[in-house]
């Protein structure tokens, strides 16, 4: 069955940086259009990033030029790097397919803050 497992959250301050991974197990990710999403408390889940199987990627406005999704098709395995974090980033964060499985893995929580 399908595992995704994100890794790679934690607490910084604002202005730092972090990098996000995704362990994949039964889903090959580069057979699939893949994004990242997240969820910031009270909020509904939203996509930010995405990447093709050709490797083209997208991103929403409010992480575009600060974050690069990227994808090792040897370790299937997606990241997402994070630079010049602001407090609004401050979510969890999931990998998972565009459109979205009903599966979610459990995410990894990000803290923006000082």
């Known amino acids: 069955q399908v595992q995704l497992v994100e890794s790679g959250g934690g607490l910084v301050q604002p202005g730092g940086s972090l990098r996000l991974s995704c362990a994949a197990s039964?889903?090959?990710?580069?057979?699939?259009?893949m994004g990242w999403y997240r969820q910031a408390p009270g909020k509904e889940r939203e996509l930010v990033a995405r990447i093709t199987t050709d490797r083209r990627t997208w991103y929403a406005d409010s992480v575009k030029g600060r974050f690069t999704i990227s994808r090792d098709n040897a370790k299937n395995t997606a990241y997402l790097q994070m630079n010049s974090l602001k407090p609004e980033g401050t979510a969890r964060y999931y990998c998972n397919r565009v459109p979205a499985m009903n599966y979610w893995g459990p995410g990894t929580l990000v803290t923006v803050s000082s």
């Open positions: 039964g889903i090959t990710l580069s057979g699939n259009l």
